[in-house]
């Protein structure tokens, strides 16, 4: 299965386009077309409040690590030997690969583990929720993307709920203590993973998905040994091993397939909008299974970053219009 798909999904997934590419010929196929997204944003979700409840169990470095270290020795049977013999393309293009690897697998992730240790899953979740406008802000910034009105108002109404959470709904409280450094740790992953979006989308590197994720796991890999052998260690054990199997399997193997499948179904544009299910659905679970309470400016701030990132995605007017020469 794994070796089909990491053969065939160069040409089943096309991130530029916007248009579904394969088309639903059922109920069955309707349903499923939506159940793809709605279980990535799920397990996404899951993992932010994993995230939280490895905070005391077992330390950053580690989960971190071993999610890795695990995920690459379980892909290694399916993809070591289709990416053995693609070496001749990957060679040309593993600078970026390296590049992709630290950014979106490495700091991205060990950050949010650092940030669980002192902010929410809730919080996590609200700004982790910046990733679409930041990557377009950025988009437009480096891809030439053009500027929109829901882009500029969009952007500002995210970053003005995100201030609201971080301040927990006081700017008095932001004014004299600052940003919590959790809450700080997660917008820089945040930035991180955002800049991983932009460089993943400029790049467009023209080899099966599926071993792209593998060697960014293998970078990953070895970018965070080093972090792992200095930090301090609790040790694998009973309390912690269904942690780093969730943010190993779920979130770093079946999320990326599902993805995949998703875009291949509905398009980039359709299926990122799931994306803005995450800090709903990490709030809702943080709550019943973390006893996180949630308190108005949550509601507030996350419904003011939801809906800057809804104006970004569907308000297109561009507030430039080009001017085209006309020949007389």
Same mark, same amino acid.
């Given at each position: 299965?794994?070796?089909?798909?990491?053969?065939?999904?160069?040409?089943?997934? !096309?991130?530029?386009? !916007?248009?579904?590419?394969?088309?639903?010929? #059922?109920?069955?196929?309707?349903?499923?077309?939506?159940?793809?997204?709605?279980?990535?944003?799920?397990? /996404?979700?899951?993992?932010?409040?994993?995230?939280?409840?490895?905070? &005391?169990?077992?330390?950053?470095?580690?989960?971190?690590?071993?999610? /890795?270290?695990?995920?690459?020795?379980?892909?290694?049977?399916?993809?070591? =030997?289709?990416?053995?013999?693609?070496?001749?393309?990957?060679?040309? $293009?593993?600078?970026?690969?390296?590049?992709? &690897?630290?950014?979106?697998?490495?700091?991205?992730?060990? *950050?949010?583990?650092?940030?669980?240790?002192?902010?929410?899953?809730?919080?996590? &979740?609200?700004?982790?929720?910046?990733?679409?406008?930041?990557? *377009?802000?950025?988009?437009?910034?480096?891809?030439?993307?053009?500027?929109?009105?829901?882009?500029?108002?969009?952007?500002?109404? #995210?970053?003005? =709920?995100? *201030?609201? +959470?971080?301040?927990?709904?006081?700017?008095?409280?932001?004014?004299?203590?600052?940003?919590?450094?959790? !809450?700080?740790?997660?917008?820089?992953?945040?930035?991180?993973?955002?800049?991983?979006?932009?460089?993943?989308?400029?790049?467009?590197?023209?080899?099966?998905?599926?071993?792209?994720?593998?060697?960014?796991? *293998?970078?990953?890999?070895?970018?965070?040994?080093?972090?792992?052998? $200095?930090?301090?260690?609790?040790?694998? #054990?009973?309390?912690?091993?269904?942690? +780093?199997?969730?943010?190993?399997?779920?979130?770093?193997?079946?999320?990326?397939?599902?993805?995949?499948?998703? $875009?291949?179904?509905?398009?980039?544009? @359709? %299926?990122?909008?799931?994306?803005?299910?995450?800090?709903?659905?990490?709030?809702?679970?943080?709550?019943?299974?973390?006893?996180?309470?949630?308190?108005?400016?949550?509601?507030?701030?996350?419904?003011?970053?939801?809906?800057? +990132?809804?104006?970004?995605? @569907? /308000?297109?007017?561009?507030?430039?219009?080009? %001017?085209?020469?006309?020949?007389?």
């Amino acid at each position: 299965m794994l070796r089909h798909i990491s053969a065939k999904s160069t040409c089943e997934v !096309d991130a530029n386009a !916007d248009k579904p590419i394969m088309a639903p010929h #059922s109920a069955a196929g309707f349903f499923m077309q939506y159940l793809y997204p709605l279980l990535t944003v799920m397990i /996404w979700a899951g993992n932010n409040v994993i995230t939280k409840a490895a905070a &005391g169990r077992i330390f950053p470095a580690e989960i971190g690590f071993y999610r /890795w270290l695990l995920a690459g020795l379980l892909f290694t049977p399916f993809l070591l =030997g289709p990416v053995l013999r693609n070496r001749a393309a990957i060679k040309p $293009i593993m600078g970026k690969v390296v590049v992709l &690897g630290v950014l979106g697998m490495a700091i991205y992730q060990s *950050l949010a583990y650092y940030a669980a240790n002192i902010t929410t899953a809730t919080n996590m &979740g609200i700004i982790l929720s910046l990733v679409p406008v930041m990557t *377009l802000g950025m988009s437009i910034a480096s891809l030439g993307t053009t500027l929109t009105a829901g882009a500029l108002v969009g952007a500002l109404v #995210s970053f003005a =709920g995100v *201030l609201l +959470v971080v301040s927990q709904g006081s700017w008095a409280v932001l004014i004299a203590h600052g940003v919590n450094m959790g !809450d700080l740790m997660m917008l820089v992953a945040t930035l991180a993973y955002a800049t991983y979006s932009t460089l993943l989308k400029k790049w467009q590197l023209r080899m099966p998905p599926l071993q792209l994720l593998y060697l960014q796991i *293998l970078v990953a890999i070895v970018a965070l040994f080093p972090l792992f052998l $200095i930090s301090p260690k609790t040790g694998l #054990s009973a309390s912690n091993i269904p942690l +780093v199997l969730y943010a190993c399997i779920p979130t770093s193997m079946i999320a990326p397939l599902l993805w995949m499948k998703a $875009i291949g179904i509905l398009g980039p544009s @359709r %299926t990122t909008l799931f994306f803005n299910l995450v800090p709903i659905l990490t709030a809702l679970v943080a709550a019943l299974a973390l006893g996180e309470q949630l308190a108005a400016y949550h509601f507030i701030g996350g419904a003011m970053t939801l809906a800057g +990132v809804i104006l970004a995605e @569907r /308000w297109t007017t561009p507030l430039r219009q080009k %001017t085209i020469k006309r020949a007389t």
